[in-house]
């Protein structure tokens, strides 16, 4: 064997060696180092990152939608399509028309606003209690709101603005 050769066998063997150790050293580290968590599921993210709807058809009956998903730019007409998804159990029915400023809602299950003028029930809305100032398409939702669809006739309140004239019964009553 002449010098050459040699040198090539040595480097070869370094070669080797050196890639057995990288290849160890990598599984070394993938055992010592703790896994990446993977994000969590929408369902089972944290209660205060979802929002609570309740759709109150004003004879009654309501329905309520708890720990819905809330990304970052969730607005009152997002969290509803979140409640209308198909794949969820009793998924709601929303009869919507336009999107944005101009989206409106005109029923849900099949109920509908009901008569005209001051003797008519119309759907509104109200977050955390606060009837909504804006349409619903734009008005934004926070994590751990809780938003209040009701079928009720408007009645001024004492700060002049439009609020809804029946509310929830209070069950300390």
């Given at each position: 064997m002449n010098f050459a050769e040699f040198l090539v066998r040595r480097a070869i063997v370094i070669a080797v060696v050196?890639?057995?150790?990288?290849?160890?050293?990598v599984t070394l580290l993938k055992r010592l180092l703790p896994a990446p968590t993977p994000p969590l599921p929408a369902a089972l993210a944290?209660?205060?990152?979802?929002v609570t709807l309740t759709i109150d058809f004003g004879d009654g009956f309501s329905k309520?939608?708890?720990d819905?998903?809330?990304p970052p730019d969730a607005t009152v007409v997002s969290v509803l399509q979140a409640a209308?998804?198909?794949?969820?159990?009793?998924a709601l029915t929303i009869d919507l028309t336009g999107s944005g400023e101009t989206a409106f809602i005109r029923g849900f299950d099949g109920v509908g606003n009901q008569g005209s003028g001051p003797a008519g029930r119309y759907w509104q809305f109200l977050v955390n209690g606060a009837l909504g100032s804006r349409g619903a398409g734009?008005?934004?939702i926070k994590p751990g709101d809780a938003i209040t669809w009701t079928l009720a006739a408007y009645a001024?309140?004492?700060?002049?603005?439009?609020?809804?004239?029946?509310?929830a019964p209070n069950p300390s009553k």
């Open positions: 050196l890639l057995i150790v990288t290849v160890g050293g944290p209660a205060a990152a979802r309520t939608y708890r819905l998903p809330t209308a998804d198909p794949t969820r159990p009793h734009v008005t934004p001024p309140s004492p700060t002049g603005e439009s609020a809804p004239a029946a509310t």
